[in-house]
């Protein structure tokens, strides 16, 4: 686990090396600190910071999960100096961090990203999922009274 004079370090952007600056993030709960490049507007989340952005949303629902050893990514992790790998979800590229679980978003990522969350976030499938379950037991219940009562009308 980090302490917290690691993560008061300013950090250096992987894509352009300019120093990034901090920006604060309102969630539910503690508030996040995230890094943010003042040239290229790519962002770094430390570990789990990404999770919480996104509402507490599985990222392994919608991430492809292909980290190996021959890594494409060509950038190193500004927090640890470990080696970057890349992540898919759909078509956003995310560097991770193999050493410490950062990740990198480049500028843009995070609003495809929040989409897919919120698109792909189980609440929203399991309600909508509730719904037409009802809706067809209710139809049924329906179409089953009116049999009965075209019985008992003979």
């Not at 890594?71 to 927090?79: F, G, M, Q, T, W």
């Not at 470990?82 to 410490?100: F, H, K, P, S």
Request: aromatic residues 6%; contains cysteine.
């Amino acid at each position: 686990m980090q302490n917290k004079k690691q993560k008061d370090k300013t950090l250096d952007c992987p894509r352009c090396w300019v120093e990034m600056e901090k920006q604060e993030v309102d969630v539910l709960g503690p508030n996040v600190i995230i890094d943010v490049c003042p040239k290229c507007q790519g962002v770094w989340f430390d570990n789990n910071e990404l999770k919480k952005i996104l509402g507490d949303r599985k990222l392994a629902d919608y991430l492809t999960k292909h980290i190996g050893t021959q890594s494409e990514s060509k950038l190193v992790c500004p927090r640890c100096g470990g080696l970057m790998d890349l992540e898919y979800a759909e078509d956003v590229e995310i560097d991770v961090c193999l050493n410490c679980n950062g990740a990198w978003l480049d500028y843009g990522e995070l609003d495809k990203l929040k989409d897919k969350s919120e698109a792909g976030y189980t609440g929203d499938k399991d309600a909508k999922a509730v719904e037409e379950w009802e809706d067809m037991m209710a139809k049924r219940r329906v179409k089953g009274l009116s049999g009965l009562f075209g019985r008992l009308m003979r």
